[in-house]
């Protein structure tokens, strides 16, 4: 289906005020630095699809895409009256999102139809990466990855016989102790992953639960990437002090990258081999 590039205007011009708004977290938040990659791998996405879509489509009632359009409004008001009066937050980030992305559906819905939505709905949410959650969802999420992390260095230490133990996300050693920070909690490794798998999934595997199978196996090496990387800093405190920490917390850093790249690299040999089999032939793409 042929689309007038006057029609695609107001597409872009959404687009480009949700990620304007997004640039803002990207640089003022070290978790999400990773977000300015987000939009140009969605960029690619589209491309790839792009010789796809669906021909036998039609475009979608008015009135269904009137009806996005008001149940998207509310999120668009809200994160911007909140950014005016108090301040550009996550949260207020988050809730544009939202009501972008039910914008950007109403657009494709009353030009293309559902089946063009439907081509590029992956995309189109693959953005959501880069969303920074609000604080009631990331703080939980931030506090357990950091104790879950802390009790198995402490519990490992012990079995190879360092004495260690638990305060709250502290490691204490004799004579020091080892605080297990937001870094440390894994969360950069893990959204890298998930955007890595993601990404990698949707381009090289047909079904969705080899795609789903393959972001669980990344994130799985991620998370196994930085309980190494915290026992490893942990051991070389306890042998050379808190000096350590410094001389050793980059390149342990460049290990986890690395070792969650090799754990990609495995997981896509393991999940094609699957990809083809009869029982995971549940066609996504």
């Known amino acids: 289906m042929k689309v007038s590039a006057l029609a695609l205007v107001p597409i872009a011009a959404i687009l480009a005020w949700w990620i304007y708004d997004l640039q803002f977290q990207w640089r003022n938040l070290s978790e999400h630095e990773f977000g300015w990659i987000v939009p140009v791998l969605a960029g690619y996405l589209v491309w790839d699809r792009w010789n796809s879509i669906p021909q036998d489509d039609s475009p979608c009632a008015a009135l269904i895409s009137f009806l996005i359009v008001l149940a998207a409004t509310p999120f668009v008001l809200v994160a911007e009256l909140y950014k005016q009066a108090i301040a550009q937050t996550p949260a207020s980030s988050f809730c544009l999102s939202i009501g972008c ?3 950007l559906a109403a657009n494709i819905l009353h ?5 063009t939505l439907l081509h590029f709905l992956f995309p189109m949410m693959f953005i959501f990466v880069s969303v920074p959650l609000p604080g009631i969802l990331w ?3 931030v506090l357990t990855l950091k104790e879950v992390v802390t009790k198995l260095d402490v519990e ?3 079995l190879i016989g360092i004495p260690a133990f638990q305060r ?3 490691i204490q050693l004799p004579g020091c102790a080892l605080g297990i920070d937001d870094a440390c909690s894994g969360i950069r490794s893990l959204q890298s992953s998930v955007m890595a798998a993601l990404f990698i999934g949707f381009l090289n595997f047909s079904s969705v639960t080899s795609r789903i199978a393959f972001l669980l196996g990344g994130m799985g090496f991620a ?4 309980f190494l990387r915290s026992l490893f800093l942990a051991v ?4 050379r002090g ?4 410094d001389e050793f917390h980059d390149a342990a850093g460049w290990g986890i990258l690395l070792f969650t790249l090799a754990g990609l690299t495995l997981s896509v040999r393991l999940v094609r081999g699957l990809d083809n089999k009869p029982f995971l032939n549940m066609k996504g793409r």
């Open 101 to 103: 992305v039910l914008f």
């Open 111 to 115: 030009l293309c139809g559902p089946k």
């Open 139 to 141: 703080n939980p999420i």
């Open 156 to 158: 490992f230490l012990n």
């Open 168 to 170: 709250v996300n502290v």
């Open 223 to 226: 998370m196994l990437g930085n």
């Open 236 to 239: 070389a405190v306890h042998w």
């Open 242 to 245: 808190n000096e350590a920490l």
